[in-house]
């Protein structure tokens, strides 16, 4: 299994704000914490990203750079919101053992 592919299409996704796809993603039991939400639970995870999709017109992810460790990856984000802001984020992502995600811890700065 390739975690960085998918870590790859998870991001891309996201940019499509292509919830769909997003939640066919996530493990049933799936986490998300990040610097102004937290959530546990696949429905209740995707309810935050349909949030966040619906406060922007447009959200792009550039990934700068993919860490790897056993089934995590650590990747340095820059995002650009509406085509003009631009945030610094690391996400944390596990996936388990089918490839699905478990959890996304999200850090800005």
Same mark, same amino acid.
């Given at each position: 299994?390739?975690?960085?592919?998918?870590? &790859?299409?998870?991001? =891309?996704?996201? +940019?499509?704000?292509?919830?769909?796809?997003? +939640?066919?993603?996530? #493990? +049933?039991?799936?986490? &998300?914490?990040?610097?102004?939400? +937290? @959530?546990?639970?696949?429905?209740?995870?995707? #309810? %935050? =990203?349909?949030?966040?999709?619906?406060?922007?017109?447009?959200?792009?992810?550039?990934?700068? @750079?993919? =860490?790897?460790?056993?089934?995590? %990856?650590? #990747?340095?984000?820059?995002?650009? %919101?509406?085509?003009?802001?631009?945030?610094?984020?690391?996400?944390?992502?596990?996936?388990?053992?089918?490839?699905? %995600?478990?959890?996304?811890? #999200?850090?800005?700065?």
């Amino acid at each position: 299994m390739d975690i960085k592919s998918i870590c &790859l299409e998870y991001f =891309y996704n996201f +940019s499509l704000k292509d919830i769909d796809s997003l +939640s066919k993603m996530f #493990a +049933s039991g799936c986490q &998300l914490h990040d610097w102004e939400n +937290s @959530a546990v639970g696949k429905e209740d995870v995707v #309810a %935050i =990203y349909e949030k966040i999709f619906n406060s922007v017109d447009t959200i792009a992810v550039t990934p700068r @750079a993919l =860490y790897q460790d056993s089934n995590t %990856i650590i #990747a340095e984000l820059l995002i650009t %919101i509406n085509g003009k802001e631009q945030i610094l984020v690391t996400d944390i992502i596990t996936f388990n053992e089918t490839g699905k %995600i478990i959890s996304v811890r #999200a850090y800005k700065g």
